[in-house]
């Protein structure tokens, strides 16, 4: 159906930036929403960005002001920038996507339950 991988993670220190692709492959739907998540293990999932096909975008509190995220429409890839990382933005990240246009807040907050549908296998950021 659709397919996502992530790239651009890596090792970088406290303060750099570092900017993580997902690019989707397969089928395209015209409506669209799309979130950036962070893991580590033994915690839960965190959400960190959406941006859907309106162009509307939100952040969590965590991440407001340091990342950014975007969409290439040419190249169907979505970014998340991250500047000024810290220690504590160290985790697997994840990026997702649906083809129903759940709202920021229902993405952004794992007690709503929502789980978007695709998921890329993560990439690992180590900020230290």
């Known amino acids: 159906d659709v397919q996502l991988v992530e790239s651009g993670g890596g090792s970088v220190q406290t303060g750099g930036s570092l900017r993580l692709s997902c690019a989707a492959s397969?089928?395209?739907?015209?409506?669209?929403?799309m979130g950036w998540f962070r893991q580590v293990p033994g915690k839960e999932r965190e959400g960190l960005a959406t941006?859907?096909?309106?162009?509307?975008?939100a952040y969590a509190d965590s991440v407001k002001g340091r990342f950014t995220i975007s969409k290439d429409n040419a190249e169907n890839t979505w970014y998340l920038q991250m500047d000024n990382l810290k220690p504590e933005d160290s985790a697997t990240y994840y990026c997702?996507?649906?083809?129903?246009?759940?709202?920021?807040?229902?993405?952004?907050?794992?007690?709503?339950?929502?789980?978007?549908?695709?998921w890329g296998p993560g990439t690992q950021v180590t900020v230290s």
């Open positions: 997702a996507a649906d083809p129903y246009l759940w709202s920021s807040a229902q993405i952004l907050d794992p007690k709503q339950g929502i789980s978007l549908r695709f």
């Open positions: 397969g089928r395209t739907y015209s409506k669209w929403c």
């Open positions: 941006i859907d096909s309106r162009g509307i975008t």
